[in-house]
């Protein structure tokens, strides 16, 4: 029988020396293997486990519930919120009204990267949003996850370096291992008709789409909110308020120094 991966997550109910190494022997003496382990913030600790059948996690239940020392909170199949917890430690915090809304901030770029990566790993259309002040870190994360996730990226509309807004693409970069990154600011106030017919077909290819500033992407577009698989907040401070008040102010012009790609 294939051996299958459980996520345990305990809170730590009375530390004290030798805690960890009698909850391994239990793990042992269950036939359990520890693939991971890591604290996971305050007094709790995750695990990932690897066993051959329920009734090995249904012993370890009955067992835990008569010990003192800790607290069951988390014992499931592992999501990959959880993997990522027992690698860095610390838990993503998604919004309370919409569960597809993640938030970050600069301290966890570390763990936004992996977290993106693993998105990008998976197959097909996925739409991904990413929210915040300018110089933050947004572009610098995307372009860092395609990198961990092996895919090759491309940007459609970007002020990364200089402004870059793209009417067209060379038959090489179709593909559905490519990684499209979209600025929502320069495409809906800069760009032209022609880019729109670009962004509409690649909206359209099985493929991972990120847009900066979804807000404004969808405000002036025929696209929702609801089109969103995930809306990824990232601030420099947790009580950082997201604005968009540069937005409005008005369009750059030929002599304040910044140059454009537009091809």
Same mark, same amino acid.
């Given at each position: 029988? &294939?051996?299958?991966?459980?996520?345990?997550?305990? =809170? #730590?109910?009375?530390?004290?020396?030798?805690?960890?190494?009698?909850?391994?022997?239990?793990?042992?003496?269950?036939?359990?293997?520890?693939?991971?382990?890591?604290?996971? &913030?305050?007094?709790?600790?995750?695990?990932?486990?690897?066993?051959?059948?329920?009734?090995? #996690?249904?012993?370890?239940?009955?067992?835990?519930?008569?010990?003192?020392?800790?607290? #069951?909170?988390?014992?499931?199949?592992?999501?990959?919120?959880?993997?990522?917890?027992?690698?860095?430690?610390?838990?993503?915090?998604?919004?309370?009204?919409?569960?597809?809304?993640?938030?970050?901030?600069?301290?966890?770029?570390?763990?936004?990267?992996?977290?993106?990566?693993?998105?990008?790993?998976?197959?097909?259309?996925?739409?991904?949003?990413?929210?915040?002040?300018?110089?933050?870190?947004?572009?610098?994360?995307?372009?860092?996850?395609?990198?961990?996730?092996?895919?090759?990226?491309?940007?459609? %509309?970007?002020?990364?370096?200089?402004?870059?807004?793209?009417?067209?693409?060379? =038959?090489?970069?179709?593909?559905?291992?490519?990684?499209?990154?979209?600025?929502?600011?320069?495409?809906?106030?800069?760009?032209? =008709?022609?880019?729109?017919?670009?962004?509409?077909?690649?909206?359209?290819?099985?493929?991972?789409?990120?847009?900066?500033?979804?807000? #404004?992407?969808?405000?002036?577009?025929?696209?929702?909110?609801?089109?969103?698989?995930?809306?990824?907040?990232?601030?420099?401070? =947790?009580?950082? &308020?997201?604005?968009?008040?540069?937005?409005?102010?008005?369009?750059?012009?030929?002599?304040?120094?910044? %140059?454009?790609?537009?091809?």
């Amino acid at each position: 029988m &294939e051996k299958k991966e459980w996520y345990l997550e305990y =809170e #730590i109910q009375y530390n004290r020396p030798g805690l960890l190494g009698d909850i391994s022997s239990l793990l042992g003496m269950l036939a359990i293997n520890i693939i991971t382990i890591n604290g996971v &913030e305050n007094s709790h600790r995750g695990m990932l486990l690897l066993c051959k059948n329920e009734e090995q #996690i249904d012993r370890l239940k009955s067992i835990v519930k008569t010990m003192d020392t800790i607290k #069951i909170t988390k014992l499931r199949r592992p999501k990959l919120r959880d993997t990522l917890a027992v690698r860095h430690g610390r838990y993503i915090h998604s919004d309370v009204d919409d569960r597809k809304t993640f938030r970050f901030i600069r301290e966890d770029l570390g763990l936004l990267v992996d977290f993106l990566a693993e998105l990008f790993m998976k197959d097909g259309h996925k739409l991904v949003g990413i929210r915040g002040m300018p110089r933050v870190g947004k572009t610098e994360s995307i372009v860092a996850s395609s990198v961990c996730a092996n895919k090759r990226w491309l940007f459609v %509309s970007s002020t990364l370096l200089k402004q870059t807004i793209r009417s067209q693409l060379i =038959e090489d970069e179709y593909s559905e291992d490519t990684l499209y990154i979209i600025d929502g600011i320069v495409s809906t106030r800069r760009a032209n =008709e022609k880019h729109w017919q670009l962004v509409r077909e690649i909206m359209r290819l099985p493929a991972t789409k990120v847009v900066e500033h979804p807000d #404004i992407f969808v405000q002036e577009s025929e696209y929702k909110m609801e089109d969103f698989d995930y809306i990824i907040e990232l601030r420099n401070t =947790e009580d950082e &308020e997201i604005t968009y008040e540069t937005v409005e102010k008005p369009e750059l012009s030929p002599n304040d120094g910044f %140059s454009m790609f537009d091809f």
